[in-house]
């Protein structure tokens, strides 16, 4: 039985990279002719509203203080920044090239992070990842041309491969204390209230979406619905049965479903540094987060 459990939440880890592969486009499509504040708020709102029955169907116990508050706002903060930052990442470069760059560096950033600022242990091994992840970013971001990369959505890309390091960083330590389903839908609805209110500053009304045709509403649900909040939430289930290295290990797909999904939809060609600098980060991940940890314990 244990064996085909195993299997089936292997099948719904996939379908669950799929889903974030498929946001990046989904992404690229919203942006096309719609402003970033009505694009934030959107999908923070609609994200919000999906976690309900969530929390309904698992009974979450609903609990907060002040110290799982701290981690709540912090994360809404980083994950509105990753927002507008992803929306002009998206608009101004190629759905596939993000997908690559942002779910690829962001893993060797946020282990960077944590042995920086928490003194944590580090092999020889992973230093080696570090330094191949490093080499892969400077290949993707095209950091030998600093006009380009100023002048181009990779400044972007970059942004948010660092703020979502940062919220995995926090959401490492919030799961301690919070469910972290509760936790995603505190930081939607916070997320959602501060992005309402700068709506309320620009020229923009809430419901000009009511205006767009099925192509943009097809976008935005499944981007903030399926892309987001079941995504997640599988995510989370199947990492609670088959252990949080088994289940991080299917992030690699990520970047190939990412790229296969612009090829599909919107007929995009990856560049080759993306394809490059790509595979070497996703060398680095392996490195830092399998053979590093294993060099780790062997010791």
Request: with cysteine; proline share 2%.
């Amino acid at each position: 039985m244990k064996s085909s459990d195993d299997k089936l939440y292997a099948y719904l880890l996939i379908l669950t990279m799929l889903l974030w592969g498929g946001g990046w486009s989904a992404l690229k499509i919203l942006t096309e002719d719609t402003p970033m504040p009505l694009i934030v708020f959107w999908r923070f709102f609609i994200m919000t509203l999906a976690f309900i029955p969530m929390l309904l169907y698992f009974k979450i116990k609903i609990s907060l203080n002040l110290y799982t508050l701290r981690y709540i706002g912090g994360s809404a903060f980083l994950n509105t920044t990753f927002m507008v930052a992803s929306y002009y990442g998206m608009k101004y470069g190629f759905a596939g090239s993000g997908s690559v760059i942002i779910t690829t560096l962001s893993p060797v950033i946020t282990f960077a992070l944590m042995a920086f600022l928490f003194k944590n242990r580090v092999s020889r091994v992973q230093f080696i990842g570090l330094f191949i992840g490093l080499l892969g970013g400077i290949i993707m971001l095209q950091l030998d041309s600093w006009g380009h990369f100023i002048n181009g959505a990779n400044i972007f890309f970059l942004i948010c491969a660092i703020t979502w390091a940062g919220v995995t960083i926090l959401a490492q330590f919030a799961s301690r204390h919070i469910d972290p389903i509760f936790y995603s839908f505190c930081i939607a609805l916070l997320s959602t209230i501060v992005a309402f209110a700068y709506l309320q500053s620009t020229p923009y009304s809430a419901c000009e979406v009511f205006e767009k045709d099925s192509r943009f509403w097809i976008a935005l649900i499944y981007l903030a619905v399926f892309g987001q909040s079941v995504a997640t939430t599988i995510y989370f289930v199947a990492s609670a049965k088959l252990g949080s290295q088994k289940s991080s290990s299917f992030m690699f797909l990520v970047p190939f479903f990412g790229v296969a999904v612009a090829w599909m939809l919107l007929d995009e060609a990856l560049e080759r540094h993306i394809i490059l600098g790509g595979i070497l980060s996703l060398l680095a991940v392996y490195l830092i987060n399998f053979l590093g940890k294993k060099s780790l314990a062997s010791k």
